[in-house]
Structures are given as structure tokens and as C-alpha cells.
């Protein structure tokens, strides 16, 4: 039997990554909106300028530029730790549709269990998995959109350059959505920030046996 490993929920690279990226994300979306209302996509829609990061357009644009760089390096070394680590195996995996029909119904109902912060229920698990593919999708667009020539085979995938400013506003808008359910739940349950600020409780993995490389055959006493 192997010995059992402790360690804090959230450790330090995590927490350290988790509050780059969260700046970082206000720096994305403040100049994005500074960016889109220079040129708008849809008629009806335009960010207030309080709620914009940069002078001017071309002020956004160098925002995004400073933010893009944190964010991508900031990005793939989360995902590098996550899975080296084994993080997002054990926090993500597996999702089961019984356990998100049952975390649905409770949460309607207002019976959401928050007891056990060590563990993700189904939804979390689904939201966690979704903002991480969304967060790829959203590098890879706004790359096109930064340098559509290089790029072209991308433009293509996307079916044209203007598809691929939906796609790039979309994947904001729903980081944009994440981001205020996160914070929702971390103000109805506070000790979930606070354990990203002091690494929350200490986990214990649970141990695996390991068999012996050469058994030993039994031994039968003598008639």
C-alpha cells in the first residue's frame, strides 16, 4: 500500500495562475470592447466607455496586444501543470448525466450542497471543461483575426473573416457569462474564495495498493 499524498486544494502555482488570469481577463475584455466599438458587429450594440479599457481604439488594440501575451503563456502553463499533475482528472473527471440532472434539480430547488469544497459537483465539473475549451477556441480566433493571412487556412475553417469575429465575440460573451456565475458563487459561498487565496483544505489523495513484482505461490502443509 502506497503512502497516502496530502496536499492544499488549490497550490500555490494554482492560485498563483488562477489571479494572473482573472486580471488578465478584465485587461482582455476592457480593450476587446474598445476594439469592437470601433467597429461594431452588431448595429445595436456598443460598450459604454466606462466599461472600455484604452484612450482610443488604436490605445485598446495595444491593451490587447499586452494582455494577449500574458494570457496565452499564463494559459499553457495552467494546462501543462492541470495535466501533469493529474489536477484534471481527479477535479473534472468523470461527468456523469445522472449526477447533472441530480445537481440541476437541486440547485432549482435551492438544495445546492456546498459543504465539500474539495469537490466539484457536475455542473461545476461541465462549466470548468467548457470555459478551458472555450479559452483555446478564443486564442486561436483572435490569432486569426490579428493575422489573417498567415492564418488564411484558419479564415477558411471558419468559413469566412467575419465568421470568425462571431466566433471571437461569442467566446468573449460566454467567458463574459462565466465569469459572472463564478463570482456569484463565490459571494454566496465565501470560504471557496478564500481558499483560493490560502490554498483551502488539506486533500488527501487516496492511496493505491501495488502488487509485487514476484507473488509468492502458497505454501501447503505437509499430510
Not at 502506497?2 to 482582455?28: E, S
Not at 479599457?53 to 500574458?70: D, K, S, Y
Not at 441530480?102 to 465539473?125: C, P
Not at 478551458?132 to 480566433?141: D, E, F, N, R, T
Request: proline share 6%; glycine share 8%.
Amino acid at each position: 500500500m502506497t503512502k497516502p499524498h496530502t496536499h492544499k486544494l488549490h497550490p500555490l502555482p494554482i492560485r498563483i495562475m488562477h489571479w494572473i488570469n482573472a486580471v488578465t481577463i478584465f485587461i482582455m475584455v476592457g480593450s476587446g470592447w474598445k476594439i469592437y466599438n470601433d467597429e461594431v458587429i452588431f448595429g445595436w450594440l456598443t460598450f459604454p466607455d466606462w466599461a472600455t479599457l484604452g484612450m482610443w481604439a488604436q490605445h485598446g488594440l495595444q491593451w490587447h496586444f499586452f494582455g494577449m501575451w500574458i494570457l496565452v503563456t499564463n494559459g499553457l502553463c495552467y494546462l501543462a501543470y492541470g495535466l501533469a499533475t493529474g489536477r484534471y482528472r481527479r477535479m473534472l473527471l468523470p461527468i456523469r448525466g445522472r449526477e447533472i440532472l441530480r445537481t440541476v434539480n437541486d440547485t432549482l430547488h435551492f438544495h445546492l450542497a456546498h459543504e465539500d469544497t474539495t469537490k466539484y459537483n457536475a455542473v461545476q465539473k461541465l462549466m470548468y471543461l467548457f470555459v478551458i475549451c472555450v479559452g483555446i477556441l478564443i486564442v486561436i480566433s483572435g490569432l486569426t483575426l490579428w493575422k489573417p493571412i498567415q492564418f488564411s487556412p484558419m479564415v477558411t475553417f471558419f468559413g469566412s473573416f467575419q465568421n470568425v469575429r462571431l466566433v471571437h465575440f461569442f467566446c468573449m460573451a460566454s467567458i463574459v457569462g462565466f465569469i459572472i456565475v463564478h463570482v456569484a458563487l463565490a459571494l454566496l459561498v465565501p470560504k471557496t474564495l478564500l481558499a483560493m487565496v490560502g490554498g483551502g483544505p488539506v486533500v488527501v489523495d487516496e492511496p493505491t495498493s501495488v502488487e509485487p513484482l514476484h507473488p509468492v505461490a502458497p505454501t501447503h502443509a505437509a499430510g
